[in-house]
């Protein structure tokens, strides 16, 4: 019997059976597939490509299994997902602005419907009061509830009375009756910003110096406390116009329980500049003849002065 020949020094890998790669073909697939679903394959197809390379080197070298080829197919996966990846970022970076954009002007649309119930239950407060509701004051005339808590009776929306039913009137917003009934927060209140279950609202009205809600004087008794007042502003204290002067606004950043007696006091042009500085465009605000409008930050802060005095002499001229 004659014996056969040994192989040559090198090729024992000539008799081992060899095979794709799975991880190379799955690579290249995904990433095909990434031209349509972006990062979804995208991200997976450099892993797969990656992993498949590592593999095919392992095999290539030596070691028991199958000797695993498919290198190209591994690369052009790479390649195709890579491409795709960094498409994905630029594409993100170019159209996040303009989300971003689009996402806060339906916030403020969302804002000026809710501006339009609240205006709406202003003046039918007024008139049956003769007053817009400023707060719901005690005996001493200290606030102990919001105008947005007065409001809810002239509200279109069965709920906020009954809502209103539920509050003892002659107590603080943050009794331990009353602070209960904070998470029920009308969704007119409420922002996109966060859910009205959070009981915080950005919607104010201007209390500051000479501004529409400034100095108001309890009108009416409240029943059936018996022990508090309803204080607001007769709508003969707004001289330079009802249509020029600012009534209510929403303040993107505040965050005030919805019953609390607390709106904005300071000087609204200033807040006006540090909105501005925030990348915030336009602020809703409704004028006391229950038109609303979203008012540019970069307004001058003689004319955003100007739009917050309800008698001072100085009529704004703003443009939306």
């Known amino acids: 019997m004659v014996a056969s020949p040994p192989l040559p020094a090198g090729d024992s890998s000539s008799a081992r059976a060899s095979r794709t790669s799975g991880l190379a073909v799955t690579s290249l697939v995904l990433g095909l597939l990434s031209f349509f679903l972006f990062f979804i394959t995208s991200i997976p197809g450099l892993i797969c490509g990656i992993m498949g390379l590592k593999r095919i080197a392992r095999s290539q070298a030596g070691g028991g299994g199958p000797r695993l080829t498919g290198r190209g197919l591994a690369i052009a996966g790479i390649v195709l997902s890579t491409i795709t990846t960094l498409a994905s970022v630029v594409l993100g970076l170019l159209v996040w602005p303009a989300f971003q954009a689009a996402r806060d002007s339906a916030a403020q649309w969302n804002t000026v419907n809710n501006f339009k119930q609240i205006m709406l239950a202003m003046h039918t407060a007024e008139q049956g009061t003769k007053a817009f509701p400023a707060a719901i004051v005690d005996a001493d ?30 107590e603080p917003w943050d009794s331990d009756h009353n602070k209960t009934l904070i998470p029920r927060m009308p969704a007119v209140f409420a922002s996109l910003r966060r859910p009205a279950s959070s009981g915080l609202t950005d919607v104010v009205v201007p209390a500051g110096p000479g501004m529409a809600f400034s100095e ?99 009529v704004a001229e703003i443009e939306d």
């Open 216 to 314: 108001p004087e309890a009108v009416i008794t409240l029943k059936p406390a018996g022990k508090s007042a309803l204080a607001g502003v007769p709508s003969s204290a707004f001289a330079d116009g009802m249509s020029k002067t600012a009534f209510v606004l929403e303040i993107p950043g505040v965050e005030v329980p919805w019953t609390k007696p607390a709106d904005s006091v300071g000087d609204l042009a200033a807040v006006w500049a540090t909105l501005k500085q925030n990348g915030i465009r336009r602020v809703v605000v409704g004028t006391a003849d229950a038109a609303v409008s979203r008012i540019r930050t970069d307004t001058s802060p003689e004319s955003v002065r100007a739009l917050f005095s309800k008698a001072g002499g100085d």
């Open 141 to 170: 005339n200290k606030p102990l509830l919001s105008w947005r808590v007065a409001i809810l009776p002239f509200l279109a929306d069965e709920q906020a009375a009954q809502l209103f039913a539920e509050f003892h009137l002659d």
